[in-house]
């Protein structure tokens, strides 16, 4: 990677295929990275007119990969997704069947499995474990510094509530969506930092973007908007409301939405250090993990906004499962109102 104040070295070629639910994606292209000597005028420029910006090394490495070996063996109790007798660092699979090892939530109940097993619960415990919250503390500073500089944040804060996901070899991972779908109870102000715990080479099922794709997320807003005037003021603000679907996304077919659209996807062969931040009507998702090692991806999704302004406050609640009350139970926790 070049270390000019400029755009690095294009981490992935034109021309790469990767796969995700539903097909191919042909003609991926690469995400550009910048790295923290880039003059913040630029970055902040790229971020208003891309939606997008991936910087290198903008969160210590030896944090990254330290929380990684906690969470996969956090994650292994009980469930077998580690090969056995390997560094949980690593976080080689087990090659057992990859469907016990869908996250909780709407991928699940689109596949018809219930939310239940070790690997749900460990899940769903992991975003309230120590190690995890001390983790996220660390790095939010930093991110949190950054994205005051990147935004014009007042008062930057990272907001309690998070997402932390893991995908293994073969699975099926984030179907296509944007973030203000489930952030809609406050104007568009946030600004998501998604951070790859370890290295995600390019076939490893790191986060794609749909090039370009912020007015797209727009206009879709607006149509949901519309279709729900007539409804309850919290299910206006829902991301599940009976507009959506079941998970908040607005499609499980990447291929098939990037072609509808005629845009491409972004990807980069992602390191430990590294943050992508995100607008939040900029359209994602999720490639399958066809990592060439078995290694599994872990990722953390850290939303920041500007304490001086309205924001979703659903999301100072810590445990991401709130909103729904059969995880909430497994937490026992009463949901959100």
């Known amino acids: 990677m070049s270390t000019t104040a400029t755009e690095t070295a294009p981490s992935v070629t034109t021309g790469v295929n990767l796969r995700a639910y539903g097909g191919e994606l042909e003609n991926v292209k690469p995400l550009p990275a910048f790295t923290l000597d880039t003059p913040i005028e630029e970055l902040r420029r790229r971020y208003e007119e891309d939606g997008v910006v991936w910087i290198k090394g903008l969160i210590s490495r030896d944090v990254v990969n330290r929380f990684r070996k906690d969470y996969l063996t956090f994650m292994n109790r009980g469930s077998e997704m580690l090969k056995p007798n390997t560094d949980p660092e690593k976080g080689i699979f087990s090659g057992n069947d990859w469907r016990d090892y869908i996250l909780p939530g709407g991928t699940r109940l689109a596949m018809g499995l219930k939310d239940e097993g070790p690997f749900v619960d460990n899940a769903i415990a992991s975003h309230v474990a120590p190690f995890y919250m001390q983790f996220k503390d660390k790095i939010g500073k930093d991110i949190e510094a950054f994205a005051a500089k990147l935004c014009g944040f007042q008062d930057s804060w990272c907001l309690p509530r998070s997402l932390l996901r893991c995908a293994v070899p073969g699975a099926e991972s984030t179907p296509v969506h944007y973030d203000q779908i489930f952030l809609r109870a406050a104007p568009p102000t946030s600004i998501t930092a998604w951070v790859p715990i370890g290295d995600i080479e390019i076939e490893g099922g790191g986060l794609i973007y749909l090039d370009g794709s912020q007015d797209i997320g727009r206009k879709y807003e607006e149509d949901f908007s519309r279709l729900s005037e007539t409804l309850s003021d919290a299910e206006k603000i829902s991301a599940v409301n009976q507009n959506m679907n079941a998970g908040g996304w607005l499609d499980r077919n990447s291929s098939k939405f990037?072609?509808?659209?005629?845009?491409?996807?972004?990807?980069?062969?992602?390191?430990?250090?590294?943050?992508?931040?995100?607008?939040?009507?900029?359209?994602?998702?999720?490639?399958?993990?066809?990592?060439?090692?078995?290694?599994?991806?872990?990722?953390?999704?850290?939303?920041?906004?500007?304490?001086s302004k309205p924001y979703d406050e659903r999301w100072t609640i810590a445990a991401f499962s709130d909103n729904d009350p059969n995880l909430a139970r497994k937490l026992n926790r009463k949901p959100a109102a």
Not at 262 to 282: K, S
Not at 286 to 295: D, F, I, L
């Open 258 to 307: 990037g072609k509808y659209w005629g845009r491409d996807w972004l990807v980069g062969a992602y390191e430990a250090g590294d943050v992508v931040l995100h607008n939040p009507f900029m359209v994602h998702a999720g490639a399958m993990n066809e990592s060439k090692t078995g290694r599994i991806r872990v990722s953390t999704d850290l939303r920041f906004v500007d304490k």
